[in-house]
């Protein structure tokens, strides 16, 4: 990092490597990778038949780099391993790091590390007849929290989350391309194969019943003797609430097709939308079911009946099939309920007519049939609710639409965006929250910060080799105090605007120490000491009580703290004047604070599990739940009395029943 020009033999050796691609000899591509994951692949472009190439770790004290030699090849080091994968007139060049990361710092809490986990330089050679043709240098710079250091060109593998849908669908599928015998969930098996051995099928969740019946469920059938209270204490529950995904669905999606906005909600739910919405409620109609509008899931199916949840922006894209698709412009009879009790809130809806189609519609076809009346389809959809505490006071709708021959044919992408914003907002752009995305802080967007929800995000700043260290560190101020120009924070959410006293926090700002720049640094040229790039955001939340079993929350401090870096130009083989990338990074980080502290276990408590409601699916100390402390839905007094007048009329009813009276008989003869 920050090395000094390269000997003059390397930078002969990086001007040989910009022509040997036209000469057709050796060359490796790109010729100088700064490497930030465990992994990085480069291309050996030109005649790679009989060509050697190893791997070498540069010692570097004095800070220049030495003259590479082809006289040792190897492939691999003490925690370096390179493989090459050939190919058509090029070889596939990876370098893998063969342990994990270990963590610099002790702090678990601390999301930012100032100084790298691992500093290295590495030198890929490839040879031919012991004699040097190509060279490819590898920064290795590898911090433990590498989400911030990411290289975009990486590839990550995506594996779905399990609170939604199981990791595979078909676990006896074990042959690609192939029908798997007795895996009757193979879609690669032909109905004819399947009847073949249908009979004897794989069972269970190896068989693809990744979802089967849990035992505590009323419907299901199970082959071992149950307690005779079992149908009084069962479950009665839908199969997508299986504890085999490991988590309850947060939420609530509908499957109906009636509407593209509104779909019936279950008797028994529970509309509280009459008294504020709070964070991630859903939002509701004045017919008691959800404003939905079309969303993508995480298996990247478009679920078209997706509740709009309280808070929560989202742009996604959907693909549709124009000859299923049907268009549901449900938003103009729509009535939103706004959070207050009998309070209503109808949408604003501008349309717009699309001048070009190719960008929506692809692989297009259209039939001929005369005499047949276009149709609508909507391509673009955006939503802008605004918001004052926990109430909507407006809703907006901009529509962009089409008209297309009734039948023709092609894939239809459709965009829906849902954006958040407060009442006194100038414009679309939130002015405070957090850099969203990994880009150029000059075209860098914003996005709320919301209750409860951790953020870490940033942005990158452009500087040179001859950066002036006082303006780079003006920036890095001015842009980092952007995100926080608020003074106060409200405590609740029905804080009194116009009075400051009730219920604001004056947020703490915690300044970045003052390092100081000596004559050294400032003299050396792409050095700059004690530059500010990270911004750290704490919140104190508590719960304060509960309203109608509703746990009521609210903040009780917010404090931002900068802290600075050191920043070093980063040189390849030539130290030139390109610009370089200085991250910036900000994170939110939510900290609850127990109302009071916890009771210490007993002995009997540590020792025993078996009345542990956190360790058993059985829970005896809840046994008598409503006259328990677990019970918060009404006051414990009130339970206590509600408890003892139930008690009260049991012991009536047993005394005027017909065994009473023969006790009561039975006692007054044996007195006699």
């Known amino acids: 990092m920050g090395l000094p020009p390269p000997a003059s033999v390397l930078l002969g050796l990086l001007l040989q490597g910009m022509l040997k691609p036209l000469w057709g000899d050796l060359v490796f591509i790109p010729p100088v990778i700064r490497m930030s994951g465990p992994a990085v692949s480069a291309a050996l472009v030109g005649r790679t038949e009989d060509v050697t190439v190893s791997l070498a770790l540069l010692q570097n004290e004095t800070g220049i780099l030495p003259v590479p030699t082809c006289t040792v090849p190897s492939n691999e080091t003490e925690d370096w391993i390179l493989t090459v994968t050939p190919g058509v007139n090029m070889s596939e060049v990876t370098v893998r790091l063969k342990r994990d990361v270990e963590r610099c710092s002790s702090n678990e809490k601390d999301p930012f590390l100032a100084s790298p986990c691992l500093l290295q330089t590495l030198l890929v050679s490839a040879s031919h007849n012991a004699s040097c043709s190509a060279h490819l240098l590898i920064q290795v710079e590898i911090y433990a929290n590498s989400s911030l250091a990411h290289n975009a060109s990486e590839n990550m593998t995506v594996i779905p989350n399990q609170v939604y849908q199981p990791l595979g669908p078909c676990p006896c599928d074990l042959t690609a391309g192939a029908c798997d015998v007795r895996c009757c969930c193979d879609q690669e098996c032909s109905s004819g194969s399947t009847e073949l051995f249908r009979q004897s099928c794989f069972t269970g969740v190896f068989g693809g019943d990744v979802n089967p019946p849990f035992d505590q469920l009323c419907s299901a059938q199970t082959t071992r003797r149950v307690p005779d209270w079992f149908p009084l204490l069962c479950v009665q529950s839908p199969l997508v609430n299986s504890p085999f995904l490991g988590y309850f669905y947060h939420g609530a999606v509908s499957p109906k097709q009636d509407s593209a906005f509104e779909t019936c909600l279950h008797t028994d739910l529970k509309d509280i939308a009459d008294f504020g919405y709070k964070q991630g409620d859903p939002i509701m109609t004045v017919d008691k079911t959800y404003f939905t509008i079309p969303q993508v899931s995480l298996a990247g199916q478009c679920l078209r009946n997706a509740p709009v949840a309280f808070l929560q922006n989202f742009d996604v894209k959907c693909i549709t099939d124009l000859e299923v698709h049907q268009e549901q412009d449900g938003i103009l009879n729509a009535k939103i309920k706004n959070g207050l009790l009998g309070g209503i809130v109808t949408p604003k809806v501008i349309y717009e007519e699309a001048a070009d189609l190719d960008k929506f519609i692809t692989l297009t076809e259209t039939l001929s049939n005369k005499g047949s009346a276009p149709r609508n389809v909507n ?204 991250p910036l990074s900000a994170s939110v980080q939510f900290i609850k604070i127990p109302a009071q502290l916890p009771r210490p276990l007993t002995r009997f408590q540590a020792s025993c599990t078996e009345h542990d409601c956190n360790r058993n699916e059985v829970c005896w100390p809840q046994l008598l739940y409503p006259l328990t402390r677990y019970y918060q839905g009404e006051p414990y007094s009130h339970c206590i009395a509600k408890g003892f007048l139930l008690v009260s009329f049991l012991v009536l009813a047993v005394f005027l029943s017909n065994p009473g009276t023969r006790i009561c008989r039975a006692w007054n003869s044996s007195a006699i």
């Open 379 to 582: 391509l673009e959809e955006h939503y802008v609710f605004r918001w004052n505490n926990n109430t909507i006071s407006e809703i907006n709708v901009r529509i962009m639409r089409a008209n297309i021959d009734a039948h023709q044919k092609g894939i239809l992408t459709q965009r829906f965006t849902v954006k958040f914003l407060s009442y006194n907002s100038d414009s679309d752009k939130e002015l405070s929250g957090n850099p969203a995305g990994r880009g150029l802080c000059t075209s860098a967007t914003f996005m709320p910060i919301l209750f409860g929800e951790n953020a870490l995000s940033g942005c990158l700043l452009e500087v040179g080799i001859n950066e002036n260290c006082t303006q780079l560190r003006e920036t890095a101020v001015e842009r980092l105090d952007s995100l926080i120009q608020a003074t106060h924070v409200a405590m609740r959410g029905n804080s009194d605007y116009s009075d400051p006293n009730d219920g604001w926090l004056e947020i703490i700002r915690v300044a970045a120490p003052d390092t100081g720049a000596g004559p050294s640094a400032s003299s050396m040229p792409g050095v700059c000491l004690g530059i500010p790039a990270q911004l750290s955001v704490r919140i104190l939340i508590s719960e304060v009580g509960a309203v109608e079993g509703i746990i009521q929350q609210e903040i009780l401090a917010v404090e931002t703290r900068s802290s600075p870096v050191d920043w070093q130009y980063q040189c390849g083989l030539t130290c030139e004047d390109k610009a370089d990338l200085f």
